[in-house]
């Protein structure tokens, strides 16, 4: 575990990077002040890069949308790698025709439109379809109302033994410095111990979320893991998930883990980064949390 004063000196020593998006790019106020600087640099140094994301609210092209009205331009739509890309690829394979309930907005829904398959929010489940729901999907902790529809939830997985799958595996997410919000992954963590059953996660720390976009970019060039690292700024979903499929890492001070408790956390976790920096800007930093 190396303390690392400029993240451009890490960018030097690797092929691609595979960035978190929350508390590495963004927070809840906008960008990283001058993490544009560090695109700017990857691109000049012909590196390649993407955002690896347990974010399944919005389709790769709204959150390349969102980011460009934010001022970066550098993530388009092909550099997004989300878990929710997993659950579609699920669904094609192992789910061939019925309804695929959900819990989440309408936008997350795009995850999950399938040929032959009909999708339909939780709150739209009643005894005329029920029998038909051969999958149910958890996509984002919004658009839905928390009481009637996680009640009905909870009934739709006592009555059909269908699979559950969790497209974010995060449990909380920050809402500002002092305050987190809980994310459809506790949220399916809750009901998963009410109703028994296990269900299927998607999303770092699993490895196939790794594994997924390590695919995806062997299927155009040759690459070993060796040549790729990975920043996030939590140890239990970024690094814990990066180590675990045999990548280097970063964790980031500018997000979840603060420089004050990393060390605490790391030796608490047992969960160790290949390098600390403060974060992903390059250059003399204004950490704007």
Known sequence: MKRIDDFKS??????????????????YKGLLPGIEKTFRYLKEQGKEYYVVTNDASR??????????EMGLDAITADRIISSGMLTKEYLDLKVDEGI????????????????????LPVSSIDE?????????????????????DLNKT???????????IVANTDHAYPLNINDIAIAIGGVASMIETIVGKKFIRFGKPDSQMFMFAYDLIREY???????????GDTLQTDILGGNKFG????????GNTRSADAENRINATGILPTYICDSAVIGPIELDL
Not at 59 to 68: E, F
Not at 102 to 112: C, D
């Open 10 to 27: 890490i960018i030097d020593h690797y092929e691609i990077i595979f960035f978190d998006a929350f508390g590495v790019i963004k927070n």
């Open 59 to 68: 389709s790769p092209a709204q959150l390349a949308a969102s980011y460009h």
């Open 100 to 119: 695929v309930a959900y819990l989440g907005t309408k936008s997350s829904a795009h995850y999950i439109d399938s040929e032959g398959l009909h999708t």
């Open 128 to 148: 005329s379809n029920i029998d038909k729901v051969n999958a149910l999907a958890f996509l984002d902790d919004e658009g839905f109302d928390w009481c009637n």
């Open 154 to 164: 909870v009934n739709l997985l006592r009555k059909r033994a269908i699979p559950a």
């Open 221 to 231: 060039r040759s690459i070993n893991k060796k040549q790729i690292v990975m920043v």
């Open 247 to 254: 990548l280097d890492t970063v964790l980031v001070l500018s």
